[in-house]
């Protein structure tokens, strides 16, 4: 294997409102993905808990540096010698406000990047689900390209996928892998999931790493699992089910400069104008002639 490659996994979680013991079920599960052969270790989206009830969320989490899920995480790492990605946590913030946090944490259990999620899922879904979490978090403002020693990383979380204009400026900075952690809804993830994650893949030419939760969760959501690691051309190399449990998948950074010098979307791309639709229609007349 070169030094531009390396094995990746995902964890899948079903996370429920108690942190240490979602804590617990990542240590299981990353310890069987490093000794699979993983460097690279992703976790969800709000890997520590997962609580619809805005109540329970703030009765739960805790400001970064006095959070201990994230502390146990860093040990994890350094007991591992793996990179370790936290898909997010949720972290308190002034003002009954919290953040959606991903942290990428290297071997030697340092923090070497942060991202909180910029796009917020606020929606009325036609089943009758709704969702606010603007009303919970406060989006993130920044893009992250994190340097990996196989090259960058870019930073996403869930409902950002939707948001194709990020995904092409991570790579047009450096992207090579765009992580895509997630707790997608169980019925928006069967309609969209596959398509939004090898769509992005495809027009990045950058592999895409999807760590999701999965399953019938502890504050009654459900979410759709099926965790996804995607070449650069949108194949599928590894694929979760409903289930907890880790995927695994060689990746060879090679692959992306070959996929863009074939399909060399983002040298090709132009800034263009948009012209305004007119007040009214055009009025045409017949003439006689």
Known sequence: ?????????????????????NVDDVARLAKQAADAGASYIQTPEMTNLLVKSREELFAAILPEEADPS???????????????HLGSLAIRLEGQRAANRAYVIDPEGDIVARYDKIHMFDVDLPDGESWRESATYRPGEQAVVVPMPWGGLGLTICYDVRFPTL???LAEHGADVIASPAAFTKKTGEAHWHVLLRARAVE??????????????????????????VDPWGRVLAEGGEEPGVIVAEIDIAKVSDIRQRIPSLENGRRFAVLPQASEPTQLRDVAT
């Open 1 to 21: 294997m070169s030094d531009r490659s390396f094995v990746a996994a995902c964890v899948q979680m079903r996370a429920g409102k108690v942190a240490a013991r």
């Open 70 to 84: 994230l502390a146990a995480f860093q040990e994890l790492a350094r007991a591992l010698k793996v990179t370790l």
């Open 167 to 169: 995904h092409r400026a």
């Open 204 to 229: 990045t030419g950058a592999f895409v790493i999807a760590a999701a939760q999965g399953g019938k969760h502890e504050d009654g959501r459900e979410t759709y699992g099926h965790s996804l690691i």
